[in-house]
Each structure stands twice: as structure tokens, then as C-alpha cells.
């Protein structure tokens, strides 16, 4: 096994809160083994392109300044997708890219899209690569929790606390969109913490007057006002993608499923006032929940203790209360992760009250 003098780390996909948080663990705990570590800059972009870019982080300069408690990602990311048939191409790019740096492993901080983009890419390559996963849509196969969802959740939750506020003061029901894309991980845990009335899932179908017997059950109690959570994933009732955008590489654009739904819900019951509300971006930011930056440090540490092992192409996980770590052709294999319309989080919604849709 040859012995490690040199790794590079680079954050791919979404930005989310904790990730300056693992780079922070990753160099304290590399550092200490004497590796040098060179942080790429906007994701796979800084090896791929001439001239690299990247620099070289320290425990003095990185884990000792400010970064490790801040979101968004101090080295840049990259979210926008890889022509599929460009891949090989890229990959001998990245393969030339990491002989040019000398990397002898690579660090991965991304999602499941950037786990099998780069696990692809670096098959060519000779380097070794370790996963760790973020992502505020918790979607990453066979992990329990990925960092940055945690503190997506606690923004959507204490968004639905606000709102709720608001929606009282004026007898409105507000229909708050959240993101999560295919997944309606973050919609079904902040709509359980926030109480919402209503919380709609792509994993689930819904109608319309499924929603407004929700409403005039409420009203029937005396309440006026409303918290409708849903995911940007949804579709329209009879199943339409809201949204027709797609970004520069043709991957679908969500968003505009709170605005729909304010019209449709309006159309049928004009008795109460609606009012949609994006969280956006403010999900993905914000200071990192202790909970992230936690998961954060357990992962950093892990993963250099694989590389150390001489272990490859593996991503770290929390499974049942514990890091270890799983292959990533078995991550890719598995894919997305959704909602389990029959497991505990719909279950404990559907016990409270909530409508969750038709179930
Ligand atoms: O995958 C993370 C995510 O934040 C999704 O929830 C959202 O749909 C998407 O990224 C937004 O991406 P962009 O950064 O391109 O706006």
C-alpha cells in the first residue's frame, strides 16, 4: 500500500451548512498524520481545469479561523450538473489533473449525484477516493443523516414558528415550499417539529379537496389560519410537473409548487385566504446546527482514519447510532433515498393529524 503524503478535499453539489465544518475535521485530523492537504477549489472544476486551483489548508490558517463555524463552502462548489457524454472526457482530465497535484486520495463532500460523478471519474485515476455526505434534501442512499440537513430542518421549523405568526394575525392559511428535490425528507421532518396542518410529499399523491377537508376540519374547531408544508418535488394534482425549467445541463429546476397550489386551493375554497412562501437558499445556509457540525467532525476524522487503512471508493455513513463506512457502488446502486410512505415519519404525522395526502 503506498503510504500517503498528499490528499486533496473538495465540497461538489449544493452548499448546505457544516461543510467548512468537515473540512475543518478533515485537516486537523490529516494534518496530525503528517499529510499534506490541498483543498480544491469549486468542486471537481479545480482539477479538471488548467491552470488547478486549489490551496494548501492548514490547521493554523483553516481550523483555526472563523470558517469552521460559518455555512456555505469556503473552497466554492459545483452544482450544476456533467454532460453524461463529456464523462469520459472529464475523466481524463481529472485523471491528468490529480497526477499534476500528486494526490495520493481524494476526499469527496457531496451527494449521491457527486458520489457516482466522481467515483466515475476516478476510476481512471490512480488515487483513492472516501465520500462524505451533505445535503440539506437528506437523499444520500444508505446514510441516515448527511450534513447540513439538520440545520435545513431547524430553518424550516423556525420558518413555520414565524408564519404561523403572521398567518393568525390575518386568518390566512400560508403555504410554505421547501426544498428537497425528488424527497420529502425536509418537508416531513419540519412540517412534524412546526405542527403544520398539511404537509404534501412527492412520495405521496394528494388532492385538492383532501387538503380543504384538512381546512374545515380546522375551521370547525374555531382555528382560522393554516401551516401548509410542501415538498418542491411535488406535482400537481393530477400528477404535471409544475416547473418545465432545467439548468445548463438539462437537470430539472424546482419550484412554483406553493404558488399552484395557493391558486388551486383559492378556486375551490375562496373562503380562506392563501399566501405561498419559498424558503429558497436560506435552507441551505445560516449558522450550522450543532448537530451537523457533530456529524461533521465524525465524518472528517473517519475518513482519513479509511484512507489511512488504505481503504478506497467507500463513503462514511451514520447507520443505527454509528459511523462506519459502505462502498459506493453500493451507494449508486442504491440510489436516491425517499420517504417510506409506511415508516415512521408519515406514520407519526398521519397520528397527529396531519394531512399527508391520500394514504
Ligand atoms: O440538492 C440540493 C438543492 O438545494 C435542492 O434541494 C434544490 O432543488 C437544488 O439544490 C437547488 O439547486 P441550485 O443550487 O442549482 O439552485
Not at 176 to 203: N, Y
Amino acid at each position: 500500500m503506498k503510504k500517503i503524503k498528499r490528499i486533496g478535499i473538495l465540497t461538489s453539489g449544493g452548499d448546505c451548512a457544516g461543510l467548512n465544518a468537515v473540512l475543518s475535521s478533515v485537516v486537523a485530523a490529516a494534518e496530525k498524520k503528517g499529510w499534506e492537504i490541498y483543498g480544491i477549489h469549486n468542486g471537481t472544476e479545480g482539477i479538471t481545469e488548467t491552470p488547478h486551483s486549489y490551496e494548501v489548508l492548514t490547521l493554523k490558517d483553516f481550523s483555526d479561523s472563523p470558517w469552521p463555524r460559518l455555512s456555505g463552502s469556503y473552497l466554492g462548489s459545483l452544482n450544476k450538473g456533467l454532460r453524461i457524454e463529456s464523462l469520459e472526457e472529464v475523466s481524463k482530465r481529472f485523471a491528468q489533473g490529480v497526477k499534476d497535484l500528486g494526490l495520493d486520495a481524494i476526499i469527496v463532500v457531496g451527494g449521491d449525484g457527486s458520489m457516482n460523478i466522481v467515483s466515475n471519474m476516478s476510476k481512471g485515476a490512480k488515487v483513492r477516493m472516501i465520500g462524505i455526505p451533505k445535503t440539506v434534501d437528506n437523499d444520500t442512499p444508505i446514510t441516515e443523516s448527511s450534513v447540513g440537513f439538520q440545520t435545513a430542518v431547524e430553518y424550516c421549523t423556525t420558518s413555520i414558528d414565524s408564519l404561523e405568526l403572521t398567518a393568525r394575525s390575518h386568518n390566512r392559511a400560508m403555504v410554505i415550499e421547501v426544498m428537497g428535490r425528488d424527497a420529502g425528507h425536509l418537508a416531513i421532518h419540519s412540517a412534524i417539529s412546526g405542527q403544520a396542518d398539511v404537509c404534501l410529499i412527492p412520495e405521496i399523491p394528494y388532492s385538492i379537496d383532501g387538503i380543504i377537508n384538512k381546512l374545515q376540519e380546522i375551521k370547525a374547531r374555531g382555528r382560522n389560519h393554516a401551516i401548509i408544508v410542501v415538498s418542491e418535488g411535488c406535482k400537481t394534482e393530477d400528477g404535471k410537473s409544475v416547473s418545465n425549467r432545467q439548468n445548463m445541463v438539462g437537470e430539472k429546476v424546482y419550484g412554483g409548487i406553493s404558488e399552484y397550489l395557493c391558486g388551486e386551493i383559492t378556486k375551490r375554497y375562496p373562503a380562506m385566504q392563501f399566501r405561498s412562501v419559498t424558503l429558497g437558499h436560506l435552507q441551505r445556509s445560516g449558522v450550522p446546527a450543532a448537530r451537523d457540525r457533530l456529524l461533521a467532525y465524525l465524518f472528517g476524522v473517519h475518513a482519513v482514519e479509511l484512507l489511512e487503512k488504505g481503504e478506497d471508493k467507500r463513503m462514511v455513513v451514520w447507520k443505527d447510532g454509528k459511523i462506519s463506512s459502505v462502498k459506493l457502488s453500493e451507494v449508486v446502486k442504491t440510489g436516491t433515498t425517499l420517504v417510506n410512505p409506511k415508516g415512521k415519519y408519515v406514520h407519526t404525522a398521519k397520528a397527529l393529524g396531519i394531512y399527508v395526502g391520500e394514504i
